[in-house]
């Protein structure tokens, strides 16, 4: 009887990722050997570890998706989505059912007005940073979108900034839609440039009473004075209240920073 060990393959462009999908097994490994650049989707649907080495991922195209549909682990690779956006196409999902296990030194950055990270299944790890929210609707308009079935679990989400929306129009650096955020950190993101006296920018809101904030700290994040009461760090009201977040912490030392309604 002969054991099969996993193997690597070696990948130039993330791109191609379906061509070494195709020779990998369950367990191998996909090794990219350089920088790439992403002008269609693509899906990883195979449970394989992917190492990035250091290199990137670079979007070119605003509609161009890496959608994770097995469980995956990711190390030391940045996803820039080049300032690219779409009101309706993430740059990275999570799909549901799945889970991607990204380390501290894997990247998701320079997404534009549209979400940057959506989560449908499980992420654990990452940094979520240098992306913008800006004059989108709902619920497009958030860096990263929990939904219903998804969870987000020590996750880093810093260096983002939800800004210049017109009115009626809101901007979000996390969004829950009934999911949840398990040991995260949300801080050192940027709310301003809401010129509008219906328009907000949050830190961290829900859209589903379900929603969930555990052992997680969210502050820490700027805003603009002079649209203080319009940049809110925690959103509470019915979708969001005090008993769905637990064990966290978030900042409360500005009267203008916390929505109570």
């Not at 650096?173 to 219906?198: D, E, M, P």
């Not at 904030?213 to 005090?242: F, G, I, K």
């Amino acid at each position: 009887i002969f054991e099969a060990f996993p193997a690597t393959v070696s990948l130039s462009s993330f791109g191609n990722i379906q061509s070494a999908l195709d020779e990998c097994s369950v367990g191998d490994t996909i090794s990219l050997t350089g920088n790439s650049t992403l002008t269609s989707s693509v899906t990883v649907n195979k449970s394989v570890t992917i190492l990035g080495n250091g290199y990137t991922v670079t979007r070119r195209s605003s509609n161009a998706r890496i959608t994770f549909g097995a469980y995956v682990n990711v190390s030391n690779l940045t996803f820039d989505a080049n300032g690219t956006s779409s009101s309706t196409t993430s740059f990275i999902l999570v799909s549901t059912g799945n889970k991607v296990t990204m380390d501290d030194e894997t990247i998701i950055t320079q997404s534009a007005s549209g979400p940057a990270l959506v989560i449908e299944g499980t992420l654990v790890g990452g940094i979520v940073t240098g992306n913008t929210a800006t004059g989108a609707n709902v619920p497009n308009n958030a860096i990263v979108r929990v939904t219903a079935n998804g969870t987000m679990v020590n996750s880093l989400v810093y260096g983002n900034t939800a800004t210049g929306n017109s009115s009626t129009r809101y901007a979000y650096i996390v969004l829950l839609q009934g999911g949840k955020i398990v040991n995260c950190t949300v801080a050192g993101n940027r709310l301003s440039g809401n010129s509008r006296s219906t328009s907000y920018a949050y830190a961290l809101t829900s859209s589903d009473s379900h929603s969930l904030v555990l052992n997680s700290l969210v502050c820490l994040n700027t805003h603009s004075s002079s649209n203080v009461t319009r940049n809110v760090n925690v959103e509470l009201d019915d979708n969001m209240p005090t008993r769905n977040i637990q064990k966290s912490y978030y900042d409360t030392t500005d009267p203008g920073f916390v929505n109570a309604s």
